[in-house]
């Protein structure tokens, strides 16, 4: 039965690949050395950890140092944000509505702190404005933090305007790009970001395991006291089979990426117009941007019935898809990116997510779209 289950909430999380596990594996039971012993059993779990950076590190062209292995994305939010914004106290930060919840919650930290951030509103498609931003910019301004590609519909930000911007003002521009790789360049030597956060689990590695890409000459305060790791950026002992296992997810992901791009806009139209032959195009909405959105994530509405009972009847159909950031998943609590985004109450109560992965097949997108249409009639006939 678990088998003819379809994941189709890559999104959330991913399974770790085959390949991952395997890199994984010796450094559980053989090269089990902490990295700050001397000894060979230390050594060798260093030159492990010194090879996996400089492996990420050659994929973003971004130096090896300029990498910090953290906990996953909420770290690395949150490492970026309070390592920047330190003496909180009249201080100003910018950034928008539609952010993760470990961008918005930490921002509110910094309010209770005494520092004031504006929340830049997005559009119908969910898609800040560069000049929204430069009208923000105030001499206080210490951290600009917009992420790569939302998480929940998909949307792509102009980062190259919003990072160039930063850089006139001299202010630090933190990315959130945990949905990013493999799905949207990321090549540091050419985009205008300062600070980049990333996780594994997103892109079929280990959960617990990301990084904060630091750009040489950022000013960073570790928020973590202890040991001396990550060049004092981020004590603990550190997790050396998680960090080879992402740095081998993150050579897959970034692995033919035009190819599988090609592949998921196929797999989305497919989706869309096989929904539309089957229901017609008024009974669904597609949320986000219609161009620029990250490959994998297809956010639609079903006007009329409830995300949760969608969810609920597709699951128990065989489907595991969502209606969000994973977050949000468990209340009922109306999306925080919908609303932002203005849509329709119904629209926005209504609102699923589909996220696919690159071995997403044909066939269970076609599987998905009957599934839709049955609990769609049943349903709306009640
Ligand atoms: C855009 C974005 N930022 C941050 C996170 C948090 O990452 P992690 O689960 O690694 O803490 C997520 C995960 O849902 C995300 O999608």
Redesign the pocket.
Not at 71 to 77: D, F, K, L, M
Not at 147 to 151: D, E, R, V
Not at 199 to 202: M, P, Y
């Given at each position: 039965m678990e088998n003819e289950f379809i994941y189709i909430d890559h999104?959330?999380?991913t399974p770790v690949h085959p390949d991952v596990l395997q890199a994984m594996q010796p450094y559980f039971i053989e090269m089990y050395g902490n990295p700050s012993s001397i000894h060979r059993f230390g050594q060798k779990a260093r030159q492990a950890i010194d090879a996996s950076r400089t492996r990420i590190a050659g994929l973003l062209s971004c130096a090896a140092d300029e990498l910090v292995f953290t906990?996953?994305?909420?770290?690395?939010?949150n490492l970026a944000i309070r390592g920047t914004v330190t003496d909180s106290l009249g201080k100003h930060v910018i950034t928008s509505t539609v952010?993760?919840h470990?961008?918005l919650h930490v921002c509110r930290e910094l309010e209770r702190l005494g520092c004031e951030v504006t929340y830049l509103p997005v559009n119908e498609q969910g898609m800040v404005k560069p000049e929204d931003v430069r009208a923000a910019i105030r001499e206080q301004t210490a951290l600009i933090s917009i992420?790569?590609?939302?998480?929940e519909v998909g949307t792509l930000q102009p980062i190259e305007e919003i990072g160039t911007l930063a850089r006139e003002h001299g202010i630090p521009f933190h990315v959130?790009?945990?949905?990013a790789p493999g799905n949207a360049e990321l090549l540091l030597s050419r985009l205008p970001v300062d600070l980049m956060?990333l996780?594994?689990?997103?892109i079929r590695g280990p959960?617990?395991i990301?990084a904060l890409y630091v750009r040489r000459g950022t000013q960073l305060q570790s928020q973590l006291f202890g040991g001396s790791q990550e060049r004092k950026r981020r004590a603990g002992t550190e997790n050396v089979a998680s960090i080879v296992g992402f740095a081998t997810a993150m050579e897959l992901a970034c692995e033919q990426t035009t190819r599988k791009h090609t592949w998921l806009a196929s797999l989305r139209k497919l989706l869309i117009d096989r929904l539309i032959e089957s229901m017609g195009s008024d009974s669904f909405v597609v949320n986000g941007h219609p161009q620029h959105h990250l490959p994998h994530i297809v956010n639609i509405s079903f006007p009329g019935i409830r995300a949760e009972t969608m969810l609920m009847n597709l699951d128990l159909e065989g489907i595991a898809a969502s209606s969000g950031?994973?977050?949000s998943a468990g209340s009922l609590e109306p999306s925080h990116v919908l609303r932002a985004m203005s849509l329709p109450e119904s629209v926005q109560a209504s609102a699923v997510r589909f996220s696919m992965a690159y071995d997403t097949t044909e066939k269970e997108i076609l599987k998905i779209v009957k599934k839709i249409e049955t609990i769609y009639h049943r349903l709306r006939i009640k």
């Open positions: 999104a959330a999380t906990s996953g994305g909420t770290e690395s939010n952010e993760h470990a961008v992420m790569y590609g939302n998480n959130d790009a945990v949905q956060s996780s594994a689990h997103k959960k617990g990301g950031s994973a977050c």
